[in-house]
């Protein structure tokens, strides 16, 4: 089953960050595991414009910005024909990944 995966974060008190994508749920404990054990507890900035960046102080305080909600795999079609993203995954693979404002981290 699809999910929807919510990031909301604020730069510098600025102005808000919001995104979203989409995958499955085994994509996204895959992505979940991969976070934790590139990052850990390491400091590590997300860019999000030229000059802006928002800094983590590890995987769990990033984590903790994104939010989980399961969609039909309907809503997920409808995601992917409006956002026609496909990003390639850590593995090499291909995935289905729609992405707004959003980028999957890579090793």
Known sequence: MPVLIRF???YADEFDV????ALSEEDWKAYKAKIKKVIGDNYFTFNIGTNEEIEYDGAKEYLSRLKQVKITQEEYDVLLKLFPYTLEDWNGKWCNTVVFLF???KT
């Not at 919001?18 to 994508?21: A, D, P, V």
Request: aromatic residues 20%; proline residues 0%.
């Open 18 to 21: 919001e995104g979203f994508f």
């Open 103 to 105: 980028t999957l981290m």
């Open 8 to 10: 909301n974060d604020n």
